[in-house]
């Protein structure tokens, strides 16, 4: 069982940055890929950024470019760093976590608004 807990979500203006980051207990951490997915009202979540065990990165279409996900296994942390910040990449950032042998995980999710 892996428990997954997300903060850094918030109000920002267009234009501006924030981090995210997803905390994981109860497992081993470095065997699980993670991935961060974004949910807007109305839209079916759909994948941002991934990262697999070994360090390799994935970006959705409209996180090329302009996002950034890391991971540091001795915090059993991943993050989301996020530049340029559009209105539409509102939506609530749900963290996932995969051991690439059937055990899937979410966290609770958070929130980014993305509002003048």
């Known amino acids: 069982q892996v428990q997954l807990v997300e903060s850094g979500g918030g109000l920002v203006q267009p234009g501006g940055s924030l981090r995210l980051s997803c905390e994981a207990s109860?497992?081993?951490?470095?065997?699980?890929?993670m991935a961060w997915h974004r949910q807007a009202p109305g839209n079916q979540r759909e994948l941002v950024a991934a990262?697999?065990?070994?360090?390799?990165?994935n970006y959705g279409g409209s996180a090329k470019g302009r996002f950034t996900i890391s991971r540091d296994n001795a915090k059993n942390t991943v993050y989301l760093q996020m530049n340029s910040l559009k209105p539409e990449d509102t939506g609530v950032y749900y963290c996932?976590?995969?051991?690439?042998?059937?055990?899937?995980?979410w966290g609770q999710g958070t929130q980014v608004t993305v509002s003048s």
């Open positions: 109860g497992s081993i951490f470095s065997i699980y890929a």
């Open positions: 996932y976590a995969d051991n690439g042998r059937g055990a899937r995980y």
């Open positions: 990262i697999s065990s070994g360090g390799i990165t």
